[in-house]
């Protein structure tokens, strides 16, 4: 008895103690509270259940263990799934297993479940007549336990039963047929504090308990007994305990979201701009096996497509917006994947007679190959896309340790296969026989390629550089750069456009692959040769995929890189929201999964541009409409805020996180800059700054204010 009244207060406890720690620490509020305070939204009935495809219902993550609630309320399920639970016989991941409570007395009871994004919680409320329960819901953000707060508001006590997949503690081996030392183990162990029995609970009237459950594998155990490490971990829970724990649960996500915000008119774009980074940050986490197709909410065994890592942009789509965000750890895992698939990926470059490493479109975590070395489709282009994400981690961090240790033996080993695969003839590089799209033939100077090539041996010779190693490759690595075939074009309507490939496929009316030379490629922008910029726009009206069940991840930040029309950009994200949003704010094409975050990152480039490290404010942006951004994240390490209010930009600040250079597009054209550096100091001359665009030398950690002189 005494031990169930110690849960019955643990709902107050813990925001008690969360409060007095943030005093104490002194720890400030998040800047953004009251942003993302405002984000959290009402699901309406049961929603989502086991799919092969992406989850539908309300989401919680840590960043390997993924939770989707489903109902109905008599039947509460808690599908539970794990990035590193791979089989190397499905050569697919796989679901961890299933956590009901049953209710009886809530069968046909009204159900309602608000997603709590600040916290990362979901509570439901499940009413019925005289019999009410309330119930609270996270995945520890720094452990792998899944905690279920139950709360009976009614006036009759509720009998609940436990059920699991396999028992209240079970053993999965998904190679269990066929296991091997390299297959995956995982333990799942469930344990309701203070009471003797983890399959039955009576809840009395005004009484609170809590059901933890314990999931983890033999990586996170590093060689122990998973099972008995998950046993040990919910034994040696206490109501104050679990508490502490969502303390820190709670501190990890104010950290989260203290890093950036935006507000803008949309509140439904605005939302889906959160949720974005909220479904990244609970599905990858820095340590952990990246997530494939659909996350780590797994709810079958069979996923379409294995829930692999497809490389010809699926699996590198759904970071595209954290670096900008200013989340540019949450992308980790996805190095770690391509890195464990170089030795492989060289081996099948030296079987096709080639340098450097070839990857196929289909991979896994640990050098796995769900579809086979050869299911590359026809497209050599799949390394040189994942080069992408290694070029934007450096890009916006400018980290170099993590370049000499991360990220650079596979960029190289990338320009090793194009530096061989490339001919040279009659004065530029052509690419021969590489697919557009998948099976399109062997297509000469596709668009994507030439895009990809560009920015890849641009970046080669800066990192080079800043690592201070491959001197004696820079000469030819400038000479592809300068003679690398153009971008094939022709006319449509009256009007140029671009040419699908110089030979072979010339246009297609489904994706958007016709656009990924700007972006995510990124070889043309603002500081483009005019006639390309023209072209480039010319082909956003030409393709007009404002709806693409393959292309919402690329598409409207492409329109924004080349300054389309912006309440066409802002219109045709509201319709994709409003359409294709399912209950927990990830869109969905039927083949899409947490990729579709990505098109949010068209925001980011609508607010602030740093392409070619080049800062644009608002440079795709309604001057009609007010925005505002704080600490969003741009190449060459700066943390940049900026507001629009009438048309009049103001409240520009600039943090040098390295003290690089910092190019800057007058956000006043027309008027001279005046500078503030680190909140000026008494007696300093004042700085102004005047032009089109101007340099600003920047110290480590300098802060700098930009305001029009008046």
Same mark, same amino acid.
């Given at each position: ?44 009935? /049961? ?52 956590? #009901?409570? #049953? ?6 009871? !009204? ?7 600040? #916290? ?282 993590? +370049? ?37 033939? /062997? ?89 390309? +910029? ?18 919402? !991840? ?18 045709? +994200? ?35 541009? &740093? #392409? ?6 608002? /440079?795709?942006? /309604? ?32 943090? &040098? ?54």
């Amino acid at each position: 008895m005494n031990q169930m009244l110690k849960c019955a207060k643990f709902g107050l406890s813990a925001v008690a103690i969360f409060m007095a720690a943030s005093l104490a620490s002194g720890v400030p509020s998040a800047k953004n509270a009251p942003m993302i305070a405002s984000q959290s939204f009402v699901i309406n009935g /049961p929603a989502g259940g086991a799919s092969s495809a992406m989850a539908a219902g309300p989401i919680i993550g840590n960043g390997d263990v993924g939770v989707m609630l489903s109902g109905p309320a008599d039947d509460l399920t808690f599908y539970i799934g794990k990035n590193d639970a791979w089989g190397r016989i499905s050569q697919s991941v796989m679901a961890v297993g299933q956590m #009901h409570i #049953h209710i009886p007395a809530l069968q046909g009871a !009204a159900l309602k479940t608000t997603v709590d994004m600040q #916290h990362a919680e979901l509570s439901g409320e499940y009413v019925k007549g005289s019999a009410a329960l309330a119930s609270r819901s996270w995945v520890d953000a720094n452990r792998n336990l899944l905690c279920v707060e139950l709360a009976n508001k009614g006036s009759e006590p509720l009998t609940m039963t436990l059920q699991n997949s396999n028992g209240p503690s079970f053993f999965y081996e998904p190679d269990a047929a066929n296991p091997s030392p390299d297959s995956r183990k995982i333990a799942l162990a469930i344990s309701i504090p203070g009471a003797a029995d983890a399959s039955h609970l009576t809840l009395e009237p005004g009484k609170t308990s809590v059901i933890v459950a314990a999931i983890l594998s033999d990586l996170d155990c590093k060689g122990k007994d998973p099972l008995a490490e998950a046993k040990a971990l919910i034994a040696a829970l206490t109501p104050g305990k679990i508490a502490e724990f969502e303390v820190l649960h709670r501190q990890w996500w104010q950290d989260f979201w203290s890093r950036s915000f935006i507000e803008i008119p949309d509140k439904v774009l605005e939302q889906h701009w959160y949720a974005s980074q909220y479904i990244m940050a609970s599905c990858s986490r820095s340590g952990k096996v990246a997530p494939g197709l659909w996350g780590n909410w797994l709810t079958t065994n069979k996923p379409n497509w294995h829930g692999d890592f497809h490389l010809n942009y699926n699996f590198q789509a759904p970071y595209f917006g954290v670096y900008a965000a200013n989340h540019a750890d949450v992308s980790l895992p996805f190095y770690q994947a391509i890195n464990e698939f170089v030795p492989r990926g060289k081996k099948i470059a030296e079987k096709k007679g080639w340098k450097g490493v070839h990857f196929p479109v289909s991979i896994g975590p640990w050098g796995m190959c769900p579809e086979g070395d050869d299911s590359d489709w026809g497209q050599r282009s799949d390394a040189a896309y994942a080069a992408l994400n290694f070029i934007w981690y450096y890009q916006y961090t400018q980290n170099q340790e993590w +370049l000499r240790k991360t990220g650079y033996n596979f960029l190289r080993e990338v320009a090793d296969f194009w530096e061989n695969y490339l001919k040279f003839e009659n004065g530029r590089y052509v690419i021969y026989s590489d697919s557009m799209h998948e099976g399109s033939g /062997p297509d000469v100077n596709n668009l994507l390629s030439l895009g990809l090539v560009s920015t890849l041996f641009k970046n080669m010779l800066v990192m080079s550089a800043d690592l201070g190693v491959d001197e004696d490759r820079r000469a030819k690595w400038k000479d592809i750069c300068g003679k690398l075939s153009a971008f094939p074009t022709q006319e449509r309507n009256g009007k140029t456009v671009f040419r699908y490939s110089e030979k072979g496929m010339d246009w297609c009316n489904d994706n958007t692959l016709g656009i990924q030379h700007i972006f995510p490629a990124g070889a043309i922008g603002f500081d483009s040769d005019p006639k390309l +910029l023209e072209i480039s726009r010319n082909m956003i009206q030409a393709m007009g995929r404002w709806s693409d069940g393959n292309g919402f !991840a690329t598409w409207y930040s492409a329109c924004a890189r080349v300054g389309h029309d912006p309440k066409e950009i802002l219109a045709g +994200l509201r319709n994709e929201s409003d359409k294709h949003s399912m209950p927990n704010r990830l869109l969905s094409y039927g083949g899409g999964g947490i990729e579709n975050c990505a098109g949010f990152n068209a925001l980011n480039e609508m607010l602030l541009q &740093s #392409h070619e490290g080049v800062l644009r404010f608002f /440079p795709c942006w /309604p001057n009609d409409m007010d925005a505002k951004f704080g600490t969003l994240r741009a190449v060459g390490a700066f943390l940049v805020s900026a507001e629009i209010k009438n048309g009049d930009v103001s409240g520009v600040k600039i943090l &040098s996180e390295m003290g690089k250079d910092c190019i800057v597009i007058n956000p006043w054209p027309d008027r001279k800059v005046n500078l503030i550096r680190n909140g000026g100091k008494p007696g300093s001359s004042a700085e102004t700054e005047q032009g089109e665009r101007f340099s600003l030398k920047t110290t480590v950690n300098e802060t700098i204010e930009l305001s029009p002189e008046k």
